[in-house]
């Protein structure tokens, strides 16, 4: 008997993330290689109006609407009702709910009746470096987003980090981290030109992906390597003060900003590169990190959040503290002048990501947590 899952979470393609993604490619695989009737409830917005339409592959979409917004977080008192109605009405056995956005994910496990439900969390605690507002995000993790992993009887974690970071709401969580297209994240030689590059969202609340710090590492890189590149491939609000930075740095003709890339072009942009670094702050995983892991290309990283589960210093590529410019610009020297280590990082990158991180193998690994779920098995 084909089963029914609803993947609940409040965004979803052509909207762009790692959510979004991560969402987009369970569907996919799931149906392709369980035999799902995959189901997806999201959120409209002024670009993709309420209604249903057939999404990637052939799976149904139901965008709810979301009239009113808190910051980036889109809100309906309406919500649970048309959930009910939509897991009554398409007879979903199953309701998997993609958080941290607040109340979505919430939402559709207040609606699910007695249907079996499972929390998937994609990211450590919500904080912001703003009283006023971690204040109540910390108030809801207790509150609503406790009441939810009540509910659930699965919980999906997509770090380790994640599960360290929140420990008593997720000590029993099953860690699936975010796969990699390996059809399209290919492997190539490591070229010889001195390009960098930075893929991440370049938005405002995104500074902490450190793009304000790699130009500054670049800027001193470029006094003993005039050649270097960097590339940044991304959108966002912040963009025109990057471009600002670069410019007051002497690096208006060294920084290209390729807005956002699809796949393939998303893959090439790996594949043209030299390095890819993401000195990050925070980061729950970095699957910008996987993808150029994916394409042997070695990484630079910092060891915060879940990335130093990934990421191996000096055996896959290499980590430097946040926020150390200095330290930085030596790391991407190092694999701008040495052709064997930039090599063997990439090749190790390479062969832990195709062992781990297929979409395959972790759309595999979430049927089987479903299976727990709707055999009755509490986590």
């Not at 917004?69 to 056995?93: F, K, M, Y």
């Not at 709401?169 to 001195?194: K, N």
């Amino acid at each position: 008997m084909t089963r029914t899952v609803l993947l609940a979470c409040p965004y979803f393609p052509p909207h762009a993330g790692g959510v979004e993604t991560y969402v987009c490619q369970l569907a996919r695989h799931l149906r392709a290689r369980h035999g799902y009737r995959v189901l997806v409830a999201t959120t409209a917005d002024r670009h993709t109006p309420p209604g249903y339409r057939r999404g990637p592959d052939g799976v149904g979409v139901y965008r709810l609407p979301a009239p009113a917004r808190a910051s980036n977080t889109p809100l309906s008192l309406g919500w649970p009702r048309r959930l009910r109605h939509l897991i009554t009405s398409q007879g979903v056995d199953l309701v998997n709910g993609h958080a941290p956005a607040p109340f979505f994910a919430d939402a559709a496990a207040r609606a699910r009746a007695d249907v079996p439900f499972v929390l998937t969390y994609h990211t450590g605690r919500m904080r912001r470096g703003n009283l006023l507002i971690d204040l109540p995000l910390a108030g809801y993790e207790r509150t609503v987003l406790a009441g939810t992993v009540r509910r659930a009887q699965e919980l999906i974690c997509c770090s380790d980090y994640v599960v360290a970071d929140q420990p008593r709401l997720f000590a029993s969580a099953t860690v699936i981290c975010p796969g990699v297209d390996l059809s399209c994240f290919t492997e190539r030689p490591v070229p010889a030109t001195p390009r960098l590059l930075f893929v991440g969202s370049l938005e405002p609340a995104t500074a902490y992906k450190g793009l304000g710090d790699l130009l500054n590492a670049v800027a001193l890189l470029r006094r003993r390597r005039p050649a270097v590149e960097l590339e940044v491939v991304g959108t966002g609000a912040a963009q025109g003060s990057y471009a600002a930075t670069a410019a007051r740095l002497g690096l208006a003709d060294r920084v290209t900003f390729r807005g956002r890339l699809e796949a393939p072009a998303l893959a090439a942009a790996y594949q043209g590169a030299r390095v890819l670094a993401l000195p990050s702050s925070f980061e729950s995983f970095g699957s910008v990190l996987a993808e150029a892991m994916a394409c042997g290309r070695p990484v630079v990283a910092t060891p915060v959040g879940g990335i130093p589960s990934l990421v191996s210093d000096h055996v896959n590529g290499l980590l430097v503290p946040p926020g150390d410019v200095t330290a930085l610009s030596s790391a991407l020297a190092r694999l701008l002048d040495d052709d064997a280590l930039a090599r063997r990082l990439g090749a190790a990158g390479h062969a832990h990501v195709a062992a781990e991180l297929s979409w395959e193998q972790q759309a595999d690994r979430t049927a089987e947590v479903f299976a727990r779920a709707l055999d009755g098995r509490q986590c």
